[in-house]
């Protein structure tokens, strides 16, 4: 380090470096949930545009790797020109004029079109900053390697400030004009890292690292085939434990990004000078993979089934990137590396969003990801399981078997549990999975049955399969219940829009000269609901569908088409659909809507408390709201144990006094609703309704009513 003395040119140079692959880094995950909510209205919310997305980026990644490894060398300083391409998508945005009969050609050709230059411009800076470090006289004194730390922290910062800073407290105009900015800095910061580095073609050989064979000139191919499997698979499992959350919970960037900040964690964790896989975890992964197992078969939805999810997550991560930090090779081929690295990952993105979707009916990649898990560590052996037999004691034995004997009962209970439920169908596709189940029950002390629509994890629509019962409307829909209570209150000949068919349950309110016409994005949720359920078949009324996003087909309607009722009923899970809930979306339902009509939002909801939400945007658009009371002391199994949530809306508050009569609630002043900003296209607060949910239980376990009257 002495030569550095008077010379402060190398370590500015190593200064600007870090700053690039952090800012770039930055850029790169700023924009992916940009991009992603830039996307999701168009497609409703699906979970697998997210997954698409996660593809797309892992390919571009690959294109950007591929170029600093086959031309970055020989561009030398016209590798700064690249940085004005992206200019082309300035400022950054997305544009629906590209269309296809496929969701998943047209989230690639949008992407395609408005992100893959700066996205893949950006994609160069790590591995074209290591090379330059590498050619320079900077090189001899630091280490390349800790600059992909520094690019994965830059990362995990953005996808953190995004989502609990950005998205929270700016507009979509404001993130995307500040993303721009930022880039612009980061071309100042490109600049002046190469002026100071000179990187040259030829530079002296560094001092070898002595944690490598000083001798080694060639790489075997089995450490490219290693390369490839420790990379391909957390890659393929980030997806998989990405599609299994945002089904159930949600698909917006606070639930994306979770499990990406814990993907780039483990490299951060991994990827540094005496990093690698920790000792433990090495002994320990025959445990790890029956615990992550074990939590794939749970009978019930709980809040720390997908804490344990994402941890044993991060630790598996944990353990494949520390194995491939562990098998680096010499600096020199270090872009061959990164090169693998990201050939794997778009590997594992193409497996869980193009190929499992054809060739599974279910969530099956989660399972078998886990067994090549088990091939990929028992072929590293040697660091870990194998060596614990021999040495340990048979109370270090005897305690690691009761701990899998534990995993494997629970296991298998869960697996008899579920197999007690008689599958008659599944389904998958580009918006999730579908199952049809058949559930033996007690009906008034006479044995009976029902059959489930089963969305993910939650339940959808239920129909009893007495021939003499079918049309008795259950679940959240029954008699007496909420949404029944709107029904009732509008006089024939009615006609309603239902945005989200589900079973088509509703239909059974239909009476003679009504008219029911429902909006499903997803058309393999209409052939469902007419083979395995008869609410549409049956119903008295006329029953319609049209295939479609629910917003922008009724906004596509002509202006003749006045309803008398618009229920919105399309969430996901329990998912907010948010394109759904926001000012625009509400003025769209009112030019459908008749004079005296009602819009009614069903916001049941197992994580997000959504009235406050709704309430503040009929407020400022001067319009009139009451909620339904949830509070119920009815806990038998076919009243669902269901508190139903509804919000209604209409123009005139007399129109609403028939649900206050049956115990609504109206909103008043000093509600939850005036601390909560009304969502807009351009700003949505995920954060409220969760806090507000959060809110609402701990008064409810603590005796305070959940809901007053004013």
């Not at 024939?492 to 909006?519: C, H, K, M, Q, W």
């Not at 006045?562 to 996901?572: E, G, H, T």
Request: hydrophobic share 45%.
């Amino acid at each position: 380090m002495e030569s550095l003395k008077g010379d402060l040119s190398p370590k500015a140079g190593a200064i600007f470096l870090v700053l690039m692959v952090f800012f770039g880094s930055f850029l790169l995950f700023w924009m992916e949930p940009l991009i992603g909510r830039l996307l999701t209205p168009r497609f409703g919310g699906a979970v697998h545009v997210w997954l698409v997305c996660l593809m797309f980026f892992q390919g571009m990644l690959l294109i950007g790797y591929l170029y600093a490894h086959l031309l970055a060398n020989r561009f030398g300083k016209y590798h700064l020109a690249l940085l004005l391409i992206p200019l082309v998508n300035f400022p950054l945005n997305v544009y629906y004029h590209f269309d296809s009969s496929s969701p998943l050609w047209e989230v690639l050709g949008i992407l395609f079109l408005n992100a893959a230059l700066p996205f893949a411009v950006l994609s160069t800076t790590a591995v074209v900053a290591q090379s330059w470090l590498a050619r320079s006289q900077a090189g001899k004194f630091y280490e390349p390697y800790p600059l992909y730390a520094a690019s994965n922290a830059g990362a995990l910062v953005a996808l953190i400030g995004y989502t609990f800073l950005a998205e929270p407290l700016m507009e979509l105009r404001s993130l995307r004009l500040a993303w721009s900015w930022t880039y612009a800095l980061y071309g100042i910061i490109v600049v002046g890292a190469w002026f100071l580095l000179r990187p040259r073609q030829e530079i002296e050989t560094r001092e070898p690292d002595k944690n490598q064979n000083p001798g080694a000139q060639t790489i075997p191919d089995s450490s490219y085939a290693e390369w490839l499997v420790l990379s391909s698979l957390p890659s393929a499992f980030l997806l998989a434990v990405t599609n299994l959350i945002t089904l159930e919970i949600g698909s917006f960037p606070l639930i994306w990004v979770i499990p990406l900040a814990l993907y780039l964690t483990s490299f951060i964790v991994t990827f540094r000078t005496g990093g690698g896989a920790p000792r433990f975890l090495k002994l320990l992964w025959p445990e790890i993979l029956f615990l992550a197992f074990f939590l794939y078969t749970p009978t019930f939805t709980n809040s720390l089934i997908y804490i344990g999810i994402l941890t044993v997550f991060f630790t598996i991560c944990i353990l494949c990137h520390g194995y491939l930090y562990e098998l680096r090779p010499p600096a020199e081929f270090l872009t061959k590396y990164y090169l693998l690295i990201s050939l794997g990952g778009l590997i594992g993105g193409i497996f869980i969003s193009v190929i499992a979707p054809l060739i599974f009916i279910g969530l099956f990649e989660y399972p078998i990801l886990l067994a090549l898990f088990a091939v990929a560590f028992w072929y590293l052996r040697e660091d870990g399981f194998i060596q614990f037999w021999p040495k340990a004691s048979w109370w270090a034995k005897g305690g690691r078997v009761l701990v899998m004997g534990v995993l494997i009962f629970f296991i298998a209970k869960g697996s008899w549990t579920n197999l007690q439920y008689m599958t008659v169908y599944r389904h998958r596709n580009f918006y999730g999975t579908y199952r049809i189940t058949d559930y033996a029950i007690n009906l008034n002390g006479s044995p009976s049955a029902m059959r489930f629509l089963i969305h993910g994890m939650t339940i959808h629509g239920a129909q009893l399969l007495d021939p003499g019962l079918r049309l008795t409307p259950m679940m959240y829909y029954q008699k007496g219940w909420a949404i029944a209570d709107v029904f009732d209150s509008i006089e024939s000949p009615r006609r309603i829009a239902i945005i989200g068919l589900g079973s088509g349950v509703t239909a059974a309110y239909a009476r003679e000269n009504d008219t029911f016409t429902y909006y499903e994005i997803d058309d393999d949720n209409e052939k469902i609901a007419r083979q395995f359920f008869t609410f549409l078949d049956e119903s008295k009324g006329k029953t319609q569908v049209v295939v479609g996003d629910g917003r922008y087909s009724l906004q596509k309607t002509a202006d003749s088409n006045q309803y008398d009722l618009i229920f919105v009923d399309a969430f996901s899970g329990d998912g907010i659909p948010t394109n759904l809930v926001t000012r625009e979306a509400l003025g769209v339902y009112l030019r459908r809507l008749a004079e005296n009509g009602i819009v009614l939002f069903h916001v049941s909801n197992r994580y997000y408390e959504l009235q406050p939400v709704i309430n503040s945007i009929a407020r400022e658009m001067q319009l009139f709201a009451v909620q339904s009371n949830p509070i119920s002391d009815q806990e038998d199994f076919l009243m669902a144990k269901n508190r139903v949530k509804c919000v209604a809306i209409s123009r005139a508050p007399e129109r609403l006094a028939p649900l206050l009569e049956k115990g609504w609630i109206a909103d008043g002043k000093g509600g939850s609703s005036e601390k909560v900003s009304p969502w807009t296209d351009e700003y949505i607060n995920i954060f409220s309704p969760l806090i507000e949910k959060i809110r609402h239980e701990w008064g409810e376990k603590n005796g305070e009513p959940a809901q007053t009257r004013p």
